[in-house]
């Protein structure tokens, strides 16, 4: 395709686009779509079909939206009052058929976030005031309570339901069909209804270049920090002092420390070589 093609930007003259929507350079609106007045397409987006884009809505370049997907309506909270929210997409994200994503809310963050380069699988509803870090995987028919947060490279099975509030780390796996009502740490994953720490996300790991020593280290705390003796509260401290602890045990600590609606979802331990 030339590059004047690329530029040129092509509206179905059967969608309804708002003359106050800001449309950049080769976005393809296809028929039956709405585009609303406060909406801004990045350069080549792309509106297959009957698409509703409303609300203070951005959607970032190159994404791609699919037939009956709808971003930026208002959100089924009843406080809602019409407030003026936003909703924000991230560059080269592929949001699948009667995929949902509602506005944030006054009450929360006032906006809901989907990174760049996510796939959002056919009927994943994102709620109110979530945010969605980049690269996040989420299978179809998962839905979502409002803000949940999902840390970047994370990965959510089919038909998976998250709390409200509940937090996924970076580059953790929640399994199919699963209940999840408290926190992943980092790197973990969860099976089950209600779901149960299962041990590490080490294919994920590996596949985001992991080392095996940062794996290794992973592991050793992984089994300190769920399975040790004593107070948890006490073991989190003391794997905590530990002196030039590998990042990504860094992060998975910092995460069971920081504050949290909902907590920690805990482990069994025993089970987290199981997914080698």
Known sequence: M????????????RAAVDPGARLGQGVVVGPWCTVGPDVVLGDRVRLISHAVIEGRT?????????????IGMAPQDLKYRGEPTRTEIGARTVIREHVTIHRGTVTGSGITRVGANCLLMAVVHVAHDCTLGDGVVVANNVVMGGHVEIGDGAVIGGAAALHQFVRIGRGAMVGGVSGVEADVIPFGMVIGNRARLSGLNVVGLRRRGASRDSIAALRRAFRD???????????LAALQSVPNL?????????????????????????????ED
């Open 246 to 274: 590998d990042p990504l045990v860094n992060e998975m600590l910092a995460f069971a420390a920081s504050p949290s609606h909902r907590g920690l979802i805990r482990a069994a331990i025993g089970a987290d070589e199981a």
């Open 2 to 13: 030339s590059a004047a093609a690329q530029s040129e930007t092509v509206i179905d003259p």
């Open 225 to 235: 920090l769920f399975g040790g003796t004593g107070a948890f509260a006490d073991r």
């Open 58 to 70: 951005r959607v970032g370049e190159e994404t791609t939206v699919y037939p009956f997907a709808t």
